[in-house]
Each structure stands twice: as C-alpha cells, then as structure tokens.
C-alpha cells in the first residue's frame, strides 16, 4: 500500500542548479498536484493535472515546469533554483476530483535552496 | 490567490480541554475539508464535509459546513497528546478544480 510516494525525502541545491522532484502515485488517481509548503502560509498550489496529458498552472507557477505522461507520476521540476524555493512540497493525488474527500498526500521533500 | 483565513493560528491547552478553531472565506464553497498533519508528514484527511449545515464527527472531532456556505468549524472534544499537530481547512469552490487551504492552527497540549 504505496499511496503517494515522493522522493527525495530532503535536498540542498545551490542557487542556478536545477532538479526534478519525484511523485508517483499507485491508486489510479486522475488527479496530481504539487504544494509548496512556507511557515504562516498554509499549503499553495504550484502546478496541478487533472489527468495524463493534461497540466495547469495553480497560485505560484513560476519557476517550475510540470508533465504528466502518465496517470502514476507528476514530476515537478525547478529550471533554476533559488532561495526562494527552500520550502515544504507536498504531492496530492485524488480519483474524483478534490471535492470528493479523497485527496491522499505524499510525506514532502524538504529543498533547501543555497 | 484566493486563502481561506483559519483562526486561531496557535492554541496551548491542557490535556482534556475541547478545542475549537474555524475558517472562513468571502467567496461561497461547496466543499470543506478538515486535514491534520503531524511533524515529518503530509496532511492527512479528518473529515469532509458536503452539504451547508451538514455536522460530522469522527471519534471526537465534530466538523461542520456553515450555512452561510463561506465558513467552517472543527471542534475536538476531551484533548489528548496524541492530537498535537497542525490542523488545516480546505475549500473548493463549485465548478473549481482546486483546493484552497487555510494558513494552519498549531495545537500544543501540555499535559
């Protein structure tokens, strides 16, 4: 029983550097998202997908790309990191859409961006 | 972007004292979601709520979707340490596909 899997679990990326946070899901989810994670600032939409092929942008899109090929795995990728990514994300999947109740989250990757 | 504002950001109570924190919005929601989310972890799903007016409870929470659609309540009954976290709303708008989240409330139980 997988549910949501991120990886990695914790990063140190140096400002400019770029890299890929994994999220894959095992329920046959249509729906992914990613959320970043601030102290004070609860959970905010970076990027969500509503199926495999289909992406779109939530509150705070800049600075990272999203794909979903297929239906298991949303990667989010940051082009050029900055310290003002060093934050919390959080992967989301749900079958029904999130107003069904059934939106089941990853355990987070904690970035720090130097 | 649309927040939901979740008041109170931080309670210290004593173990067995009910706890009551709410979140509120000026937009209209058909759906409120109640999370808790423990050091380390992803938020985790308490109840979710439907229908304006609905009550639910799971053990000794109590949630309910306010009439007004634009606000919700969670309360826990009888504290114990295990229900140390930060509890976090959500809301979604009809015809939304996203989910808005509250900033967070804090709970700290002394025992």
């Known amino acids: 029983n997988a549910g949501v899997t991120q990886t990695p679990k914790f990063q140190v990326l140096k400002t400019g550097q770029s890299m890929t946070l994994q999220c894959a899901q095992d329920?046959?989810?249509?729906?992914m998202s990613w959320y970043r994670q601030d102290p004070g600032m609860g959970l905010r939409l970076i990027h969500y997908?509503?199926?495999?092929?289909i992406t779109d942008q939530g509150e705070v899109p800049n600075g990272y790309n999203v794909s979903r090929s297929t239906t298991e795995d949303f990667p989010l990728r940051l082009l050029s990191a900055a310290p003002s990514q060093t934050s919390v994300y959080f992967c989301?999947?749900?079958?029904?859409?999130w107003g069904s109740g059934e939106a089941f989250f990853g355990q987070g990757t904690r970035l720090t961006v130097v | 972007g649309q927040q939901l504002n979740q008041s109170p950001q931080s309670m210290f109570i004593q173990e067995g004292e009910d706890v009551s924190m709410n979140c509120t919005s000026s937009?209209?929601?058909?759906?409120w979601l109640w999370y808790k989310q423990e050091p380390g972890e992803g938020p985790v799903l308490l109840i979710a709520?439907?229908?304006?007016?609905e009550l639910t409870s799971n053990g000794r929470l109590t949630a309910q979707f306010g009439i007004t659609r634009k606000d919700s309540f969670l309360n826990i009954s009888a504290s114990i340490p295990s229900d140390v976290g930060i509890y976090f709303c959500?809301?979604?708008?009809?015809?939304?596909?996203?989910?808005?989240f509250g900033q967070g409330t804090r709970l700290t139980i002394n025992p």
């Open positions: 989301a999947s749900s079958y029904g859409g």
């Open positions: 937009s209209i929601f058909n759906t």
């Open positions: 709520l439907y229908k304006a007016g």
């Open positions: 959500a809301g979604q708008r009809e015809g939304a596909q996203k989910l808005v």
């Open positions: 329920m046959n989810h249509e729906y």
């Open positions: 997908s509503v199926g495999a092929g």
